[in-house]
């Protein structure tokens, strides 16, 4: 009998998520957990062949706890079911050790083939993830995508994510504002996003920030 855990704040999401695996997995136990610390909890209690995790629960460093399922519950493959949007946070889980990202407005039939294409010892992403791959394989682009920045790209950078305006910015740097401005759409080209909240979203998910 198989054994799944479902890490999601949102109780009504555990229910539906529940609902959904309960009718394909006849032969199955099906755990929830909340946060964090409900997730390590469970994984030292029992012994699970599916973690479906979300990223955004209170008082959880989704980065720490990829980093502790990895470490201490290696057996235990991990499907992460998030909001978050996959070309910034897709690559960074995949790199922690997931063996799986899926948005969560994804249909019922993608959700039940990335848990069959983990469950059988195989990595899930979805086509556009599949091609971020790709394109960083292809062009040999760093793991960490702030690699890609000049050293004064990422120092501004990181005062665009603490929410420092271009004239501020100028002021603290000593440079024009054009000059701050011209930075910072080559940032977000090289980054491969298009807006502030991607960038705080990025440095977040790569705990830079």
Request: glycine share 6%; hydrophobic share 40%.
């Amino acid at each position: 009998m198989k054994r799944l855990l479902i890490a999601d704040d949102h109780t009504l999401v555990r229910y539906g998520l529940k609902i959904a695996l309960s009718s394909h997995f006849t032969d199955c136990q099906i755990d929830e957990s909340w946060d964090g610390e409900s997730v390590m909890a469970q994984l030292n209690a029992n012994k699970y062949d599916l973690v479906l995790l979300d990223l955004n629960m209170p008082e959880t460093d989704p980065s720490v706890l990829l980093h502790w399922i990895k470490e201490f519950h290696k057996d235990a493959k991990v499907l992460v079911v998030s909001m978050n949007e996959e070309n910034i946070y897709g690559k960074r889980t995949l790199e922690l050790g997931a063996q799986g990202y899926l948005k969560k407005d994804s249909s019922p039939a993608e959700l039940l083939k990335a848990i069959n294409t983990v469950l059988s010892g195989k990595k899930y992403v979805s086509s556009a993830l599949g091609d971020i791959l790709m394109h960083d394989t292809i062009h040999g682009n760093a793991l960490n995508p702030f690699d890609r920045l000049a050293p004064r790209e990422f120092q501004i950078a990181m005062h665009l994510v603490q929410d420092h305006s271009l004239s501020e910015i100028g002021e603290m740097l000593q440079i024009q504002y054009v000059t701050v401005s011209t930075l910072k759409r080559r940032i977000l080209e090289k980054l491969g996003i298009k807006s502030m909240k991607a960038l705080v979203q990025l440095a977040e998910a790569y705990g830079i920030n």
